[in-house]
């Protein structure tokens, strides 16, 4: 089956620092990834969907500027949390939809960054 | 706008008793339906999505879910539960046409007992 893998799986960092999160597809290509937040024992908020190639689209309420989104190549999409805070310690997870799929196309998930910044 | 709701934050039942995890759905244009399955500290697992055609629909581990558009419900079923099904589930919606970003539920936690 389809793979997602993210790393690093926990990082911690200080406030004011930047932390990047990678999310790579293993044996497929996906045009289209997508970044949520998910806090404790609460459901997965989208933050942006990753175009390959192109800006990232995010949600409303999600400031690009701090979250940077790069999506390079058909297998890497990064999360770049820049000059973090407190509040931005969460877990984040990627997702990834094979190349040409629709809607109806399942999106597999990663495992998972946990952040903490102290 | 889709929306979705999970009507049960948490369900707690025995082993080998059969469980129901309910879900309703709302929306204007037609929609896809998906459950996920989160174990702790881990991404989501697709269980089993709806996309047409029959109405029940056979997942992995057991789960199975039924698709009513007239309640706009799609509520989980399992007939016999195991420890290890113990996880938090996730029903998501969404839209065939336009911006089609999948919109999740507050889940349901599943607690199996012995």
């Known amino acids: 089956g389809a793979v997602v893998s993210q790393h690093p799986s926990r990082v911690i960092c200080k406030s004011g620092t930047s932390v990047k999160i990678e999310c790579r597809s293993l044996?497929?290509?996906?045009?289209?990834m997508f970044w949520y937040r998910q806090f404790p024992k609460q459901s997965l908020m989208l933050m942006a969907t990753s175009n390959e190639g192109s800006k990232a689209t995010y949600e409303q309420g999600v400031e690009k500027d701090k979250f940077l989104i790069n999506h390079a190549s058909l297998t890497l999409s990064t999360l770049t949390v820049t000059s973090a805070h407190p509040e931005d310690s969460s877990f984040y997870i990627c997702s990834a939809r094979e190349t040409g799929g629709g809607p109806e196309e399942t999106q597999y998930f990663g495992p998972g960054t946990r952040l903490l910044v102290l | 706008a889709q929306s979705v709701t999970q009507l049960d934050s948490q369900v707690p039942v025995f082993e080998e008793a059969p469980v129901e995890l309910r879900c309703n759905y709302s929306s204007s244009v037609s929609v896809y339906l998906f459950w996920y399955v989160q174990y702790p500290n881990q991404g989501l697992q697709l269980l089993l999505k709806?996309?047409?055609?029959?109405?029940l629909v056979k997942g992995i581990n057991g789960f199975e879910a039924e698709f009513n558009k007239s309640q706009t419900s799609f509520h989980l079923r399992k007939p016999s539960v195991h420890i290890s099904d113990t996880a938090e589930y996730f029903c998501?919606?969404?839209?065939?046409?336009?911006?089609?970003?999948?919109?999740f539920g507050a889940g349901t936690r599943l607690a199996v007992h012995p």
């Open positions: 044996d497929f290509q996906a045009t289209t």
């Open positions: 998501a919606v969404t839209s065939s046409g336009g911006y089609n970003k999948l919109i």
């Open positions: 709806y996309l047409s055609g029959s109405t």
